[in-house]
């Protein structure tokens, strides 16, 4: 049978290929620079205390920004996936906008939104609420631009599943909680955990829809990518690059923890199939 694509060896190699220069060789010079001279300049650098402050706001803003996503998408895909309703096409479009909008022009955006005088912003300061030039607002802009990740990753697995595997739970006696907790929530934890690795992925190395909401505050609203920008901006090179490999092992480590537990739930789950 002749194959529309070659063989095995030469897909193997052109995917080898394309991977070692888009991947392995940028992060190969990343650490040769990091390596290039005294360790001793480089730990200070990476472990210095605005480095960490800086390390701390954008992992944890990553994490929870991508946590909420995974609620907030799930309903979302959910919805889109189930319902037919006017505007459907609309909200979907929407969804996508993220992907298409310019990460500045976002942050631009939501800082009119969310300043104190803004359309958003002026109605939560008279709740004493302050979601600009914080944290908060950290956090979202990564909910803005994580967002679609979660819901693109959910909807095939929610498409795949048959509305009669639901109805043959309720005929059985099952609950609503009990069919979402013991067949949809299982069914789509791995797709949701991966949206979730992807939106958390995004939003540690975000800049330019965070810089003009997050203030740039040293030690308070300042993320990782604008101190190692500053660093080049200071031709600190060597210290921007080792802020950068710092963050690059950090999101390696949690990626692989997330791809072993889905691998463990894979697992888990065929292994009861089996039996």
Same mark, same amino acid.
């Given at each position: +049978?002749? @194959? !529309?694509?070659?063989?095995?060896?030469?897909?193997?190699?052109?995917?080898?290929?394309?991977?070692?220069?888009?991947?392995?060789?940028?992060?190969?010079? *990343?650490? =040769?620079?990091?390596?290039?001279?005294?360790?001793?300049?480089?730990?200070?650098?990476?472990?210095?205390?605005?480095?960490? %402050?800086?390390?701390?706001?954008?992992? !944890?803003?990553?994490?929870?920004?991508?946590?909420?996503?995974?609620?907030?998408?799930? =309903?979302?895909?959910?919805?889109?996936?189930?319902?037919?309703?006017?505007?459907?096409? *609309? !909200?979907?479009?929407?969804?996508?906008?993220?992907?298409?909008?310019?990460?500045? !022009?976002? $942050?631009?955006? *939501?800082?009119?939104?969310?300043?104190?005088?803004?359309?958003?912003?002026?109605?939560? #300061?008279?709740?004493?609420?302050?979601?600009?030039?914080?944290?908060?607002?950290?956090?979202?802009?990564?909910?803005?631009? #994580?967002?679609?990740? &979660?819901?693109?990753?959910?909807?095939? &697995?929610?498409?795949?599943?048959?509305?009669? &595997?639901?109805?043959?739970?309720?005929?059985?006696?099952?609950?609503?909680?009990?069919?979402?907790?013991?067949?949809?929530?299982?069914?789509?934890?791995?797709?949701?955990?991966? $949206?979730? %690795? *992807?939106?958390?992925?995004?939003?540690?190395?975000?800049?330019?829809?965070?810089?003009?909401?997050?203030?740039?505050?040293?030690?308070?609203?300042?993320?990782?990518?604008?101190?190692? %920008?500053?660093?080049?901006?200071?031709?600190?090179?060597? #210290?921007? %690059?080792?802020?950068?490999?710092? +963050? =690059? =092992?950090?999101?390696?480590?949690?990626?692989? +923890?997330?791809?072993?537990?889905?691998?463990?739930?894979? @697992?888990?789950?065929?292994?009861?199939?089996?039996?």
């Amino acid at each position: +049978m002749k @194959r !529309v694509l070659p063989g095995f060896g030469p897909t193997l190699g052109f995917t080898l290929f394309y991977l070692a220069l888009v991947v392995l060789i940028p992060f190969a010079a *990343l650490t =040769l620079k990091v390596f290039d001279g005294p360790m001793a300049d480089v730990w200070k650098t990476v472990s210095s205390e605005r480095v960490v %402050a800086a390390y701390k706001l954008s992992f !944890v803003a990553a994490a929870g920004a991508a946590l909420i996503n995974g609620f907030i998408g799930f =309903l979302t895909a959910w919805v889109l996936v189930r319902y037919r309703f006017p505007g459907r096409r *609309l !909200v979907e479009g929407l969804i996508d906008l993220p992907f298409a909008l310019p990460t500045a !022009v976002a $942050g631009i955006a *939501l800082t009119a939104l969310y300043a104190p005088n803004g359309w958003i912003g002026k109605w939560l #300061g008279e709740l004493n609420i302050q979601a600009a030039y914080n944290r908060t607002g950290v956090v979202i802009a990564l909910i803005f631009i #994580g967002f679609p990740f &979660v819901v693109r990753t959910l909807q095939p &697995v929610l498409l795949g599943l048959a509305a009669e &595997v639901e109805e043959a739970a309720a005929t059985l006696g099952a609950s609503r909680w009990q069919t979402f907790w013991r067949i949809l929530f299982p069914a789509t934890l791995p797709s949701l955990l991966t $949206g979730i %690795a *992807l939106a958390f992925g995004r939003g540690v190395g975000e800049y330019g829809s965070i810089i003009f909401i997050s203030g740039n505050l040293p030690f308070k609203t300042e993320i990782t990518p604008f101190v190692i %920008a500053s660093k080049l901006e200071q031709f600190d090179y060597r #210290g921007a %690059a080792g802020i950068g490999f710092v +963050m =690059l =092992l950090f999101s390696l480590l949690i990626l692989i +923890m997330v791809n072993g537990f889905q691998w463990w739930h894979r @697992r888990r789950t065929g292994s009861l199939h089996s039996a």
